[in-house]
């Protein structure tokens, strides 16, 4: 199969994925109920950064912690309010695997100090290829935790340059780079073309199946090889089969394995060496 060949296959993905349906069980849900920048910023990044493990379980946790930042003025003015200081009453009962109420609230906390310093989370992403850009961010959001901050917080704030494919920031840099729907163009200094694919397992292993790599674990060289390949299909905007690739996995819709059930129906199907 010809890569121009694999490329209309993957476009009859994009078009087959319902995106409505996808955004009621992506994460993307809780950046898209705010209007103002800010509170879309913080929320998305505070979505994101919990955006391990399946959304089910991380989804409420989410909710919990938006409902109780709505309380206080909403995401990012309780960002804001926590700067100067953290607030043991946030959270109290809140924990998502690792991260108990104190971590997830500092995660608001770095937000807050990021967007003192630079005005707003988008500018702590300078224009650029994805590894740099995304590496002097998550320095600059490093620099931010507190002196005690637990490994289940330094957790969040992967980087680059230790080999993570840094899935959940290449997600939030997808979501606010990109115009299409669902995502949200809101950090216009960007370019579509220098994102990376966010890789998690089910977009790793679909790309296995495309032979889009042949690398046995899901890290940063990966991410950056299968991007090369989607670029060839879309130089200027790579990741846009993401969401798609995605949702086969999330929906239920793609096993894993050959399914008589379930594959005649895949458009990925005449392509698909699984
Ligand atoms: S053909 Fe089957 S195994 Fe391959 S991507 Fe589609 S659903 Fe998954």
Redesign the pocket.
């Known amino acids: 199969m010809g890569r121009p060949a694999l490329g209309a296959y993957l476009d009859a993905l994009v078009a087959h994925v319902p995106v409505e349906a996808g955004v009621a069980r992506d994460p993307i849900r809780f950046p898209l109920r705010y209007l103002a920048p800010g509170d879309v910023e913080v929320a998305g990044a505070f979505a994101a950064s919990l955006a391990f493990g399946r959304v089910d379980l991380f989804g409420p946790i989410v909710d919990a912690a938006l409902a109780e930042a709505d309380r206080r003025g909403g995401p990012a003015a309780f960002a804001d309010a926590l700067v100067d200081g953290p607030d043991p009453t946030a959270f109290a009962d809140l924990y998502y695997r690792w991260l108990d109420g104190h971590d997830l609230a500092e995660a608001f906390r770095v937000f807050g100090r990021a967007r003192r310093q630079a005005g707003s989370l988008g500018a702590c992403f300078r224009p650029g290829p994805a590894r740099e850009s995304l590496g002097a961010a998550i320095d600059t959001l490093r620099g931010h935790l507190p002196p005690d901050a637990s490994r289940g917080l330094r957790s969040l704030f992967a980087h680059p340059a230790d080999g993570s494919a840094c899935k959940r920031w290449c997600m939030l840099l997808r979501w606010f780079v990109r115009t299409e729907a669902p995502d949200l163009g809101l950090w216009t200094h960007l370019r579509p073309a220098d994102l990376v694919v966010p890789l998690d397992t089910h977009v790793f ?2 790309s296995r ?2 032979g889009l790599t042949r690398r046995a674990s899901p890290g940063w060289a990966a991410a950056e090889e299968i991007t090369r390949q989607l670029a060839v299909f879309d130089a200027a905007d790579p990741v846009r089969y993401d969401f798609a690739l995605a949702h ?2 999330i929906s239920g ?7 008589a059930a ?8 005449p392509v ?3």
């Open positions: 292993r679909v199946f495309l086969l996995g819709a793609c096993r894993g394995v050959r399914d379930v594959c005649p129906g895949c458009p990925l199907e698909c060496r699984a």
